[in-house]
């Protein structure tokens, strides 16, 4: 059921508006015998339970051959009750304020209208009791129950009849109650995969998601992680907030993410349960499924992600640990067939200049070579760097080194590794003595194939961004300016 449909429930009035009058309180049916029921005249306004919740430890819900179900008080935290669902049949918590609804209008029937003091078995069978829509049983923590029916609509007004098993006296209960008593543990469950961002509205859905992985049949795993603002403010300039894990290890584009990947994803939403416990996952298509998983700061969920049904309009997905198939008709599930390279966002060295001794630039066949130099420890000195033995200072040293870690690339390129020399070369010298060399080899007039180490990153860059984000810059510092910021 849907929550807007919910909350409609909740809110409906409780109580039944009194003086019906006599011709709403014939049932549906006539007697088999063609002979019309007619009613008692209304007796008196009455109370059927009236019960804190402090008095009850349970009630068993039991809908006319549907799944019965018993909603169950949780008093571990004592400033915070809850009710937990309790059924054979269930498969998903229940969400909490239908529950508390539910329990509610179970545990407080009162001012009803009484049309039948104890009825005959012939009145009672008119009145729907043979076969009542729910039964409900309400066990109090004294050790004691009571148990309640509620049998056919009337035939003109609004309600249904209603009986305590004590007595044979039958009242009229208002239709809003009855929509809440008669629902089964489909009606409350709580199935929503993606949790909702903290109250107060400081995030916005997708800034939960701290770490998400995508497994899809026959493609590329997708991998990130996103960095909180400590770890991404201290990075050097290009670095970006989603850190790309699989298939490669790089920067990821905060835009195309977001679109492309996570709004989709925080907006799955399944509507219906088809089939619990299903014998053929393959009918599904999640015999094989894709599998997203995504942890935020304190939850972590699997969606298993199946085929498309036309039909029905939907796609079938199943949450990991939940033995039902359910269906989103709404969901935008593009990102299953998206290319890897569509989300990085640049080549990026992911190393943090003070671990960075030297850079040694090989250019159109002129060898560029800037020196980092690093305070010793405790020391008051500030960091330096020298290109080409001259002093730079710090702030140029530090804008020359994140052009070269903000290099674009674009997309990807399934290119092979030319049997060619490159036509640029970037070595990078560590403090701690190891080294990485970074090579660009030409697989068009203006692309290049990048290649860490001598394995490829499966991305290219242009002569255009080599030229605006380090060849330029290299020719500023000759002419004795200063590296802009950015």
Known sequence: MKRGVVIAIIAAALVFAGGIA?????????????????????????????????????????????????????????????????SEHAVFPGMQVVMFSIFSHATNIMHLTRITEDATAEQLSLYGFDSPIVNWRVNLTDGTSMEFSIGLRLATGNGNYI??????????????????????????????????????????????????????????????????????????????????????????????????LLEPITHIVPESIIRINPPDLSFYGLDDPAHLTISTYNWVGTLLIGREDPEVRGRYIMIEGRDAVLLDPHGNYDFLDLDPAQLRAQMTWIHHIDSVSSLIFELDGVTRTLNIDHPADGSDEKLNGRLDGKEIGESNTRRLYAAVMSIPSGGGSDAQIPNQPPVYRFTMNFTDG???????????????????????????????????????????????GDLPMR
């Open 163 to 260: 009986k305590s098993a004590e007595n044979n006296d039958v009242f009229v209960l208002d239709e809003a109650a009855v929509r809440v008593l008669v629902m089964d543990i489909t009606d409350i469950y709580d199935i929503f995969f993606f949790p909702y961002p903290p109250s107060g509205g400081e995030y916005e859905t997708w800034d939960l998601i701290e770490h998400l992985t995508l497994k899809r049949p026959g493609e590329e795993t997708i991998e990130f992680r996103w960095r909180d603002v400590e770890e991404w403010m201290s990075l050097p300039y290009g670095h970006t907030r989603y850190e790309m894990l699989q298939p490669f290890l790089g920067e990821g584009n905060e835009l195309l993410i977001r679109t492309i």
């Open 22 to 86: 006599l011709l709403t309180l014939i049932p549906e049916k006539e007697p088999e015998n063609g002979t019309p029921l007619t009613p008692l005249p209304v007796r008196e306004i009455g109370t059927l339970i009236n019960v804190d919740y402090t008095e009850v430890d349970s009630i068993d819900m039991m809908p006319h051959e549907r799944a019965a179900y018993s909603l169950k008080l949780d008093r571990t935290d004592p400033e915070n009750t809850m009710i937990n669902l309790d």
């Open 434 to 480: 190891r080294s990485q060399t970074l090579e660009f080899y030409s697989i068009s007039e203006s692309e290049y194939l990048m290649v860490l180490d001598n394995v490829s990153l499966e991305t290219f860059t242009t002569r255009l961004q080599i030229q605006v984000n380090l060849l330029a810059r290299f020719e500023t510092l000759d002419a004795g």
